[in-house]
């Protein structure tokens, strides 16, 4: 009984001893982390620093302009537009139609077409015009109805931001020959014009204004303008020969012309294209200063169709003493390029 009590007593003491070492044990290993730790934090070890110094510069944005020739494309300062228009109308009555009426048809054309080129401060323009259009009732003969060549060229260089110093030369005459017919159909008619009779060659210096792209007012101040009569027997039906002496083909006057332009879309499908030209000749009384209106409105109704009304008011003392004037209106095709 005693021995079993000491076994007991024995194998409990031995328990606690062996209890007491673990504990001792995991104190230790804690204590340890810790100090381990805390040495860590106190002998940390910095990075070293960069041996190259590295300069530290202000960031800079800037502009830069790549040569033209590494680029994929080519410049062009020219431009070119063409317009070509078509009209076409045309009437039929039957004999018997109460309402009266003449059987006529009537064809007209017009061709514009312009080419420019633009290089600061340098800019060069070509405008040509041409017209020409006829009619046929029933029982006469053709008649014109339009009827005009125009050839305008223009060099100019800039001097400031609107003013630019310009020289142009214009050529104006017809393709057809130009009668006067008697209202009662009396008399035959009466051959008034021609090609080159008159024509018109005007040799033009001066400034010229431009403050928006659809606006343009030239100021020749040094101008000169030749009129043709080549064809001698129109003097035997017009006495005033358009200024030009009965027997000679050539007249020159010395003058100061104005001529303004107004091109621009003026609605959606609407464009309106208006040219004055004024000629005041020196030496001259100013009853012959030379006034000419060229005007046209034309809307389109799709891309090809399109309605126009044109006209123009021409005061000119060489052949005739009062307003003269012009008017149509048409329904036709018109192309445009681009």
């Known amino acids: 009984m005693l021995k079993t009590g000491f076994k007991v007593v024995l194998t409990l003491c031995c328990s606690f001893a062996l209890s007491a070492s673990a504990q001792t044990t995991d104190t230790v290993k804690r204590d340890t982390v810790k100090i381990d730790t805390n040495l860590l934090n106190r002998y940390r070890i910095s990075p070293r620093p960069n041996a190259i110094p590295v300069p530290s510069k202000p960031l800079l944005i800037q502009q830069e302009l790549l040569p033209v020739t590494m680029l994929d494309y080519k410049v062009s300062y020219w431009r070119r537009y063409v317009t070509l228009g078509l009209n076409f109308n045309q009437a039929a009555f039957s004999n018997n139609y109460s309402a009266g009426g003449v059987t006529a048809i009537a064809l007209g054309t017009n061709l514009i077409y312009r080419i420019e080129y633009n290089k600061a401060p340098f800019s060069y323009s070509t405008d040509l015009n041409l017209l020409y ?54 008399n035959p008619p009466l051959l008034i014009s021609n090609f080159m009779s008159p024509g018109y060659l005007t040799e033009s210096v001066g400034f010229e204004y431009k403050a928006e792209k659809f606006f343009d007012l030239r100021l020749g101040t040094g101008t000169a303008r030749q009129t043709f009569v080549l064809d001698t027997t129109i003097y035997h039906n017009n006495p005033g020969n358009y200024g030009v002496t009965p027997g000679k083909t050539i007249r020159t006057d010395i003058a100061f012309q104005m001529v303004a332009i107004f091109d621009k879309d003026i609605a959606k499908n609407m464009h309106f294209n208006a040219r004055y030209d004024m000629f005041v000749p020196y030496g001259r009384a100013l009853a012959f200063v030379r006034h000419r209106l060229d005007a046209v409105l034309a809307a389109k109704v799709n891309r090809l169709i399109n309605v126009s009304i044109n006209g123009t008011l021409l005061f000119d003392k060489n052949t005739s003493d009062s307003v003269q004037g012009t008017e149509g209106l048409s329904l036709g095709i018109l192309y445009k390029f681009p």
């Open 133 to 186: 259009g006829k009619s046929k009732n029933k029982g006469q003969g053709a008649r014109k109805t339009n009827d005009r060549i125009f050839l305008d060229n223009k060099v100019a260089t800039q001097m400031s931001k609107h003013w630019f110093f310009f020289g142009s030369l214009s050529f104006e005459s017809q393709f057809d020959k130009g009668f006067q017919y008697d209202a009662a159909g009396v």
